[in-house]
């Protein structure tokens, strides 16, 4: 965090306490494609059941979020990955993503993935890369 957002009171923190489930979901249901048919009940498990769920505030007002499901010995996936447009352009994405790889629940893991249309140079400076062996990788996709 800067010295100017933290005069702002802008924090990260990974307390799920402090989530407001109900902005996160909405924002995520507006501005992803990916979520538009995600019910606020799948949502909320979806949180209660990630390892870790980092949100970014200022105030009570939340201005980020990202969630990280794992089971933070050998593997992670990185998903839910927002800053509100009005912060975007300050910072807030790279402060995100380096409270994420250092989080104590998130080292020694072999494998950490995601998925990104519009933000690999982002992800690309905290060493994540295209999938060297993709031809080996399968999904069940439920649209």
Not at 1 to 12: F, H, N, P
Not at 29 to 54: C, D, I, P
Not at 77 to 87: G, K, N, S
């Amino acid at each position: 965090m800067t010295s100017d957002q933290a005069a702002e009171g802008i924090y990260l923190s990974s307390d799920p306490n402090l989530l407001n489930e109900t902005f996160v979901y909405q924002y995520l249901g507006e501005h992803m494609y990916w979520a538009k048919r995600l019910t606020f009940q799948m949502f909320q498990r979806s949180v209660r059941n990630s390892a870790v769920v980092v949100g970014v505030y200022k105030g009570a007002e939340q201005l980020g979020f990202a969630r990280v499901v794992s089971d933070c010995a050998t593997f992670a996936y990185l998903t839910d990955v927002f800053i509100v447009e009005a912060c975007r352009g300050k910072g807030l994405s790279k402060q995100l993503m380096q409270f994420i790889i250092d989080h104590p629940q998130l080292q020694g893991l072999r494998r950490f993935m995601l998925v990104t249309e519009d933000a690999g140079g982002l992800y690309a400076r905290y060493g994540f890369t295209p999938l060297s062996d993709a031809g080996h990788w399968m999904e069940i996709y439920r649209d």
